[in-house]
């Protein structure tokens, strides 16, 4: 009750924003999965999965059996899901249209087979975009830190700090400042009632919309065929991620700029002490820290390992959920199923293992 109205209206303002941000992340996100789990569906389309993988060691390999159930032999034959419907379509209705024909249309058109065109640059690109999510993530797991190790009680985030060694007029000729010079922002306590709000508005959201932007956009990608196009669609995906900073840097208050700017940078550890080390106390710290063994966990580096390790997560979970192994060991689509509704429920998208009513009766299997 008692701040002032100004800082009330732009929290109030920034909050607006900060939902704005969550419903354009979801709806996005929600639009790639209804292409994916069910437009794709109704085109006749099936998961891409491995199909024409390593396709140089076609036709033995395990991946050179494609989706329309022939052999790739080369890349002649390989195309992309629209190239390769269209010709599976123009071939199917000149059976139709010439039925005494059957076989000299199938000796003499060939629709070729959908394959994806490189198995590892589908893997890169899923890794580069996983190093934009991880940022987001660490983004996130800091505020949550924050709200962990503040004090629960509520403290000023606003100091008025004048320099005592000269009165404050002669500071501000000296230093040519303004009054604004003197104010400062920095991070303290918040009561346990506010800890709880950000927990639920802020943080809880934040993470449910990175595994929602992790899982469709690593889905999306591996959907990807054609090489450039998934080089291209990761660079898309990554504009998700940068939603809200584009919110604020349009949208929000010049003040809140400023007093971000000037917000002082916030520690877990004081590094006071360091900075208070006599030139004996600093050379000792140097000798201790030579007889340490060259072998440390500190060569490992974490962010790395951790990235690797979700995009492992990931890529994963598409394979499992979206594939099956072939009698030759390679991975292909799952059998697809129409679904009974053209939207995609609400529920399915926010709870992975309720899926939409499906029809019972496959439109593709793969070929034997």
Known sequence: AGNPRSLVHMTIRSYAFLFSNFFLQLFILYMIATEEQVMDRFAGQMFLCNFGAGIQTCPDGPNCIGPGGTNYQNAGRMYDYASWSTRTFTRDSLKLIFPDQVHEINEKIDPGEYGVENFWVRHVCVFIFMMSCMSCLRGTMDMGYILWYVPST?????????????????????????????????????????????LCVIILPKLFIWKKTAKYGVMFLMETAGIEDVIVNVTALTFILNLDEMLFENFSHKAL??????LKPWSLQSQSHKEVLTIEQTYETVVEDKKLSCF?????????????????????????????????????????????????????FAFPFTYPELEAEPYWSPAN
């Open 154 to 198: 509520d403290q000023p985030w606003i100091d008025y700090q004048v320099p005592s060694w000269a009165p404050k007029q002669k500071v501000k000729d000296v230093k040519e400042c303004s009054e604004l010079e003197f104010i400062k922002f920095k991070i303290a306590g918040m009561s346990r009632m506010w800890k709880i709000i950000n």
């Open 257 to 262: 700029h400023h007093i971000l700017e000037m």
């Open 296 to 348: 440390s966990w500190d060569l490992i580096p974490g962010r790395l390992v951790a990235t690797i390790f979700f995009t492992g997560i990931f890529v994963g979970e598409y394979y499992w959920s979206k594939c099956q192994f072939n009698e030759n060991g390679g991975l292909v689509s799952r059998p697809q199923y129409l679904p009974k509704d053209q939207i995609f429920p609400l529920m399915s």
